[in-house]
Nanobody, 116 residues
Framework: QVQLVESGGGLVQAGGSLRLSCTAS????????WGWYRQAPGKQRELVAS???????NHADSVKGRFTISRDNAKNMVYLEMNSLKPEDTAVYYC??????????WGQGTQVTVSS
């Protein structure tokens, strides 16, 4: 089993920054894909950024240049650095881990609210 716990969300003014953290525990050795998703009220959950086992990253066009995903293997942590936040970034942000066989794990989510 894998447990994922997000932290770092909160209320911030437009233009501000936050860093989200995902603490992973359990049998994470076979996870080959890490992602940060978000879901705003009334909208579908969307992939914001991802990082693979070999360190390759990808960011959604809407956050490219503002958000950065990273990973600290020694600490079993995945981060999402968010800069130049906009009101439209307001959402619940979820950490996701996917094993080679396609088994997915999700955290409980952390709320990010950006005020204008």
């Amino acid at each position: 089993q894998v447990q994922l716990v997000e932290s770092g969300g909160g209320l911030v003014q437009a233009g501000g920054s936050l860093r989200l953290s995902c603490t992973a525990s359990g049998s994470i050795f076979s996870i080959n894909f890490w992602g940060w998703y978000r879901q705003a009220p009334g909208k579908q959950r969307e992939l914001v950024a991802s990082i693979t086992r070999d360190g390759s990253t990808n960011h959604a066009d809407s956050v490219k240049g503002r958000f950065t995903i990273s990973r600290d293997n020694a600490k079993n942590m995945v981060y999402l650095e968010m800069n130049s936040l906009k009101p439209e970034d307001t959402a619940v942000y979820y950490c996701n881990g996917v094993k080679l066989r396609g088994v997915e794990y999700w955290g409980q989510g952390t709320q990010v609210t950006v005020s204008s």
